[in-house]
Nanobody
Framework: QVQLVESGGGLVQAGGSLRLSCAASGRTSGPYAMGWFRQAPGKEREFVARIRWSSSSTYYVDSVKGRFTISRDNAKNTVYLQMSSLKPEDTAVYYC?????????????????WGQGTQVTVSS
């Protein structure tokens, strides 16, 4: 089992920045990849970014490329999502997720463990 705890959400004005953190505990010899998803009110949860635990290779959804950066600190078992140039449409509950699957994982069903979520609100 892997436990994930997110932090760092809040209220920010459009154009501002926030950094989300996701602390992993438990059986952290895996997972092989960590991801961030988000869910806006009335919408389905969507993939945002992914990072491989071993290689640090990253992948982003097009809507956040150039504005968000995912990174990890192996020593702290923590993954970060640095969000810049935030827009009102980035408003959502952001979830951290972990998976032991290899390959280009980007869907909810491919991730095995989830955090409780942290609210990000961007005002215009």
């Amino acid at each position: 089992q892997v436990q994930l705890v997110e932090s760092g959400g809040g209220l920010v004005q459009a154009g501002g920045s926030l950094r989300l953190s996701c602390a992993a505990s438990g059986r952290t010899s895996g997972p092989y990849a960590m991801g961030w998803f988000r869910q806006a009110p009335g919408k389905e949860r969507e993939f945002v970014a992914r990072i491989r635990w071993s290689s640090s290779s990253t992948y982003y959804v097009d809507s956040v490329k150039g504005r968000f950066t995912i990174s990890r600190d192996n020593a702290k078992n923590t993954v970060y999502l640095q969000m810049s140039s935030l827009k009102p449409e980035d408003t959502a509950v952001y979830y951290c997720a972990a998976t032991s699957r290899w390959g280009g994982v980007t869907t909810e069903g491919e991730f095995d463990y989830w955090g409780q979520g942290t609210q990000v609100t961007v005002s215009s």
